[in-house]
């Protein structure tokens, strides 16, 4: 019995998966306002849940000490959309090392 659903293929024969490896990804340049997830550092060596729990940094890519902390990405987002507008920078999302452009706030050239 034959269906009309689409056949698997392997990631490697599928074309947009090659578009994909051969594509720039976004890096993160000088200036740039970062807004990281990252897992929150545990503190008790048995906690009561084992579910990951996260926090988001807000840095400026390539100053020391610029990193501040949230708890949930609402604030988080909102300092950092704030930080970049003042200072006319991109503001990138990052997770698992993948990059992600939020806004862009540079001056059209």
Same mark, same amino acid.
């Given at each position: 019995?034959?269906?009309?659903?689409?056949?698997?293929?392997?990631?490697?024969?599928?074309?947009?998966?090659?578009?994909?490896?051969?594509?720039?990804?976004?890096?993160?340049?000088?200036?740039?306002?970062?807004?990281?997830?990252?897992?929150?550092?545990?503190?008790?060596?048995?906690?009561?849940?084992?579910?990951?729990?996260?926090?988001?940094?807000?840095?400026?890519?390539?100053?020391?000490?610029?990193?501040?902390?949230?708890?949930?990405?609402?604030? =988080? =987002?909102?300092? =950092?959309?704030?930080? =970049?507008?003042?200072?006319?920078?991109?503001?990138?999302?990052?997770?698992?090392?993948?990059?992600?452009?939020?806004?862009?706030?540079?001056?059209?050239?």
């Amino acid at each position: 019995m034959r269906t009309n659903r689409p056949r698997m293929q392997p990631p490697a024969q599928v074309p947009a998966e090659a578009i994909e490896r051969l594509s720039p990804r976004l890096k993160l340049e000088r200036g740039d306002i970062a807004l990281v997830r990252e897992p929150l550092p545990r503190v008790n060596p048995r906690p009561l849940s084992t579910e990951p729990q996260w926090r988001f940094r807000v840095c400026i890519e390539g100053e020391r000490g610029s990193s501040q902390f949230f708890t949930s990405f609402a604030a =988080a =987002a909102a300092r =950092a959309e704030e930080i =970049a507008a003042e200072r006319s920078a991109r503001l990138l999302f990052v997770e698992d090392g993948v990059v992600a452009l939020l806004a862009n706030y540079r001056p059209p050239m």
